[in-house]
Each structure stands twice: as structure tokens, then as C-alpha cells.
């Protein structure tokens, strides 16, 4: 009886993390990081990159502000959802997060700077989310289109851990699709500039990224 009692129990204790490693693990999400990056056509004077680091207001208004930097696109990436909306993304099953395109002048600024803006602009060391936003669709992200981007990304970000002696949360995977974000949010901060949540997290936000890189901001920002 005993030995029974022991079988059963190992056997339940087998089960239940079966159970839970399962749940930890999406396949799909596991599919895109490990899938070959798409490299989005670009010229000798422009070229788009991707990047999510919390609300895609804050980022926008950042990415807007940097001197090379023609336009920004809020919307969404990462994720295994077709055609995402901000409601479907606001319940974290679609797998995105709210990303921006940043479409740029390389010649006037280069890919290596839009990363050091990227881990500048942030707290790198909050886990999914950033500021009062909590949960995936708030987790940052880091796309690379090639491998040169890639190897640009892992060393500043092992640069980085190393200078705070913390683990950066950012997530690094291969870019696979941008989903514009509905019109309503492109140049929130521009068209509602006495929003509460612009007014208290996206100006501050912005403020100490000014304050950190005055050397790459535009004129009149």
C-alpha cells in the first residue's frame, strides 16, 4: 500500500509540472523569436526600425523628438494575431506589445543610436511593462531585421548589464510584421496635449530622455 501511495504521488508530482511547464510555454510565441527576420526594404536615405518600450504615446513622442528621425507609426509587433486592435491587445492574448516604426535618415542617424535612445528612454530592468503600464502588450522589445542589428542589440544590451549590475528585461527577437495602430493614436501627445496620462507620464518620460541625449534632440523640441 505504501508503494502504491508513494507511485501515485510521484506520478501526480510528474503531472503537475508537466501541467505548468506547458502553460509557461506559448508555441506560437516560442515559433516567432526563433523565426528568420524579415528585413524591411530601405534606401540611402531612409530606413524603418521597431522597437516597444511601454505605451506607444511615450515612444512615439520620444522617437519623434531625435534628430535623422523623419516619422513615427504607433502599432503593434510581436505577436501572433493578425489585424490586431488596441482592445485585443489591452487583454495580453495576442502576443503583441505596442510598438513603434521608426522610419529614418541613416545617414543622419544611425541604427547603433536608435538602440542607445531605445535602452535610454526606459527603466530596462522593469519586467512586463513600463511605468503605471503593467502586462505583455507593455513588455519591451528590441527587432532586428539582420544580423548586424542583432549583434548591435545583444552587446549593448550585455553592456548595459554589466554598467548596472541587473538583468535588462528587454526582449530581443527577429522582426516578422508591423500592424499600424488605429488612426486615433498616431500623434496622440500632438492632438491631445492635456491628457492626463500624456500630461503625467508621457511629458515626464519624454523630459528625462531630453535631459539624458540633449545632443540628439531636433530644434524647437
Known amino acids: 500500500m505504501q508503494s502504491i501511495k508513494i507511485s501515485i504521488l510521484t506520478f501526480i508530482t510528474v503531472f503537475a509540472f508537466s501541467c505548468k511547464h506547458e502553460a509557461q510555454t506559448n508555441p506560437k510565441q516560442e515559433a516567432i523569436k526563433n523565426a528568420q527576420p524579415v528585413q524591411v526594404k530601405s534606401s540611402k536615405h531612409e530606413a524603418k526600425a521597431y522597437f516597444a518600450s511601454g505605451c506607444f504615446w511615450c515612444v512615439e513622442t520620444i522617437y519623434e523628438s531625435v534628430i535623422g528621425v523623419k516619422e513615427v507609426i504607433s502599432g ?17 492574448k495576442t502576443g503583441h506589445a505596442e510598438s513603434v516604426e521608426v522610419i529614418y ?71 516578422q510584421k508591423f500592424w499600424r495602430a488605429e488612426d486615433y493614436h498616431q500623434d496622440y501627445k500632438k492632438h491631445h496635449p492635456n491628457n492626463g496620462y500624456i500630461i503625467n507620464v508621457s511629458i515626464p518620460r519624454y523630459n528625462a530622455f531630453k535631459a539624458k541625449f540633449p545632443e540628439l534632440i531636433k530644434k524647437n523640441h
Not at 503593434?76 to 495580453?92: L, R
Not at 542607445?116 to 503593467?134: I, K, L, M, R
Open 105 to 175: 535618415d541613416p545617414i543622419k542617424v544611425s541604427f547603433e543610436t536608435l538602440v542607445d535612445v531605445y535602452f535610454g528612454s526606459q527603466d530596462p530592468t522593469q519586467v512586463n511593462g513600463q511605468g503605471p503600464d503593467h502586462g505583455s502588450q507593455y513588455r519591451s522589445i528590441i527587432f532586428y531585421q539582420n544580423e548586424a542589428q542583432k549583434q548591435i542589440i545583444v552587446k549593448k544590451k550585455a553592456d548595459l548589464e554589466q554598467s548596472l549590475n541587473k538583468k535588462v528585461d528587454a526582449e530581443i527577437y527577429p522582426f
Open 76 to 92: 503593434y509587433s510581436g505577436g501572433h494575431t493578425k489585424n490586431p486592435t488596441y482592445e485585443a491587445s489591452n487583454t495580453g
